[in-house]
Nanobody, 126 residues
Framework: QVQLVESGGGLVQPGGSLRLSCAAS????????IAWFRQAPGNEREFVAA????????HYADSVKGRFTISRDNAKNTVYLQMNNLKPTDTAVYYC???????????????????WGQGTQVTVSS
C-alpha cells in the first residue's frame, strides 16, 4: 500500500512558477511509475506528466511540454513537478498517482493507477 501526499500548490500570476511535490511512503519507490494529473472545474481529470519506474523515462501532455518538468528524488521518495510560464488554463487541482505494474502505453490513463493523493490546488490568476 502506497500513500501519496501532494504539496506546493497556491496562487500565482500568469507567467509565474510553482513546484509541486509528491511524497510517497509505504512502498518501494523505485518500482513505481509516478504521474501527475489535473482536474479543472467542470472538466475531466487529465494527464499532465509521468516518470516511469526507476526513472527510465519521462512523458508530458502536449499542453505542458516545454513548460513543466517532472523529476524524482529516490533518496527522498519524492516526485516533483516544476511548472514554469504558468497560464490561467493551468488552473486545476493537481493529483499525484502511482502504480507499479503500469506499462508505457497506459501511463496516460488515470484508470491504470492504483494509488492517488488528495490533490493540491493551483490557481493562475492576475
Amino acid at each position: 500500500q502506497v500513500q501519496l501526499v501532494e504539496s506546493g500548490g497556491g496562487l500565482v500570476q500568469p507567467g509565474g512558477s510553482l513546484r509541486l511535490s509528491c511524497a510517497a511512503s509505504g512502498g518501494s519507490f523505485r518500482a513505481y511509475t509516478i504521474a501527475w494529473f489535473r482536474q479543472a472545474p467542470g472538466n475531466e481529470r487529465e494527464f499532465v506528466a509521468a516518470s516511469r519506474r526507476g526513472g527510465a523515462s519521462t512523458h508530458y501532455a502536449d499542453s505542458v511540454k516545454g513548460r513543466f518538468t517532472i523529476s524524482r528524488d529516490n533518496a527522498k521518495n519524492t516526485v516533483y513537478l516544476q511548472m514554469n510560464n504558468l497560464k490561467p488554463t493551468d488552473t486545476a487541482v493537481y493529483y499525484c498517482a502511482a502504480d507499479s505494474g503500469i506499462i508505457l502505453s497506459s501511463i496516460w490513463f488515470e484508470r491504470h493507477y492504483a494509488y492517488w493523493g488528495q490533490g493540491t490546488q493551483v490557481t493562475v490568476s492576475s
